[in-house]
């Protein structure tokens, strides 16, 4: 059973147009994580939100920390192509030095020009 | 330059053969992940490592063993590899956040396809 669901699992969508990809859990994560990842290459962290309720802004993109720390949501204004790839939730676990990251399903997204 | 190494980026095996798979960090993390990617599934946890000679199952370790005897380097051992285990590996370091002063951000190597016929 994954921990984490994300939806949608695929996308295509046209330039210019907006999107929201979800992240849930019945689990509490201490922090949450956002990574992308294109093809031949390991996922790149896009932003961390640590307390519930938290929003945070990257350019065209939002994300979102649900107020009881177990879902996240990340939104896209204007997606450009440059944005496809494929978009994966991470929820750590433990304190201190002890860190368990748990993925998502992942979003596989697809700009078309 | 923030680096993670993984030794082969293409394996090709036999039912039944032991596999290694390694991982080297440069950045003096302490820990280490192992994960396997399948579509739909996203990445799943085999097991982590917070610090040298120290282990933990993560959410689907069955089939494989790790080892971590120095601090750069995480090793992902299959002792009898099955064709359920073809998969993409991604080996994955951090320094742990929090109260430790770190971001908790995970940097991952380029990955290992391995194949089992």
């Known amino acids: 059973t994954q921990l984490l669901e994300q939806s949608p699992q695929f996308l295509s969508i046209q330039e210019g147009e907006n999107l929201t990809v979800y992240c849930n859990s019945s689990?509490?994560?201490?922090?949450l994580q956002w990574y992308r990842q294109e093809p031949g290459e390991g996922p790149v962290l896009l932003v961390t939100?640590?307390?519930?309720?938290e929003v945070k802004k990257l350019k065209r993109l939002t994300f979102q920390f649900g107020d009881a720390r177990k879902d996240s949501s990340l939104h896209i204004t204007a997606a450009q192509p440059g944005d496809t790839g494929l978009y994966l939730c991470?929820?750590?676990?433990?304190?201190?030095?002890?860190?368990?990251?748990?993925f998502g399903t992942g979003t596989k997204l697809q700009v078309i020009p | 330059d923030v680096k993670v190494t993984q030794s082969s980026r293409y394996l090709v095996k036999r039912t039944g053969e032991k596999v290694f798979l390694e991982c080297v960090q440069d950045?003096?993390?302490?820990?280490m992940f192992w994960y396997r990617q399948d579509p739909g599934l996203g990445l799943r946890l085999i097991y982590f490592?917070?610090?040298?000679?120290?282990?933990e199952k993560g959410d689907i370790p069955e089939g494989y063993s790790v080892s971590r005897e120095k601090k750069e380097r995480f090793s992902l051992i299959l002792e009898s590899a099955s064709t359920n285990q073809t998969s993409m590996y991604l080996c994955?370091?951090?320094?742990?956040?929090?109260?430790?002063?770190?971001?908790?951000?995970?940097?991952f190597g380029e990955g290992s396809r391995l194949t089992v016929l």
């Open positions: 939100v640590v307390t519930g309720g």
């Open positions: 689990s509490v994560f201490s922090s």
């Open positions: 991470a929820g750590e676990m433990g304190s201190g030095g002890y860190q368990k990251v748990t």
């Open positions: 994955a370091s951090s320094f742990p956040g929090g109260a430790r002063g770190g971001s908790g951000e995970l940097f």
């Open positions: 950045m003096d993390h302490e820990n």
């Open positions: 490592s917070y610090d040298v000679k120290m282990k």
